[in-house]
C-alpha cells in the first residue's frame, strides 16, 4: 500500500482527535498517535496516566493496542501529535515499541495542533536497531 501525503494528513488528524481524549491529569502533556495498518485501518490512542505515576501509558502505546487487537501486526506509518516548543517525536521506549511492528524505512510524522513539524523514518530515530529478527 502507498502511503502518500493525503494518508499522512488523516493520521495527522487521527493522532489529533485521540490527543483532545488523552488523561494526563499529572503532566497536563497531552499525546495523541495514530498508526497506519497493512489492511489500510487507522488506530489511534492517547496517553493515560495514573496516580501510581510509572504505569502511565504513552500514547504511541495505546494506539499499538488498538492495532493488535484488530489483528494486524504491520505498522506501515505513524503521527504522533503533542503541544511543546520543539516537536513531540516518540520516547525512546516508544520508538521501540514501534520497530516490533514495523521496519526502519516507516514515517513517522510529527505534528502539533497547526501543522506537520517534522518527518523522520523509524530508522533515523532508532538506528540499528533491535527488533524481532534478532530472535530468529
Ligand atoms: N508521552 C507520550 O504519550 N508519548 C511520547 O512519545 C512522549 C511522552 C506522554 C507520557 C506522559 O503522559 C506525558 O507525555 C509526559 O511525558
Known amino acids: 500500500m502507498a502511503v502518500d501525503e493525503h494518508l499522512m494528513h488523516a493520521l495527522v488528524q487521527a493522532a489529533r482527535a485521540a490527543r483532545e481524549r488523552a488523561y494526563a491529569p499529572y503532566s497536563k502533556f497531552l499525546v495523541g498517535?495514530?498508526?497506519?495498518?497493512?489492511h489500510g485501518r487507522l488506530h489511534a490512542g492517547c496517553n493515560i496516566e495514573n496516580a501510581a505515576y510509572p504505569q502511565s501509558q504513552c500514547a504511541e502505546a495505546s494506539?499499538?493496542?488498538h492495532l493488535v487487537l484488530t489483528g494486524s501486526r504491520r505498522i506501515?506509518?505513524?503521527?504522533?501529535?503533542?503541544?511543546?516548543?520543539e516537536p513531540v517525536t516518540p520516547c525512546g521506549g516508544c520508538r521501540q515499541r514501534l520497530r516490533e511492528f514495523a521496519d526502519e524505512t516507516m514515517p513517522i510524522w510529527v505534528a502539533d495542533l497547526q501543522i506537520v513539524r517534522a518527518h523522520y523514518t523509524l530508522g533515523q530515530l532508532l538506528p540499528a536497531s533491535f527488533g524481532p529478527?534478532?530472535?530468529?
Not at 33 to 38: N, R, S, V
Not at 77 to 84: C, Q
Open 133 to 136: 529478527s534478532h530472535l530468529g
Open 63 to 65: 494506539a499499538i493496542a
Open 76 to 85: 506501515l506509518a505513524a503521527a504522533v501529535v503533542g503541544v511543546a516548543e
Open 33 to 38: 498517535a495514530a498508526l497506519l495498518d497493512d
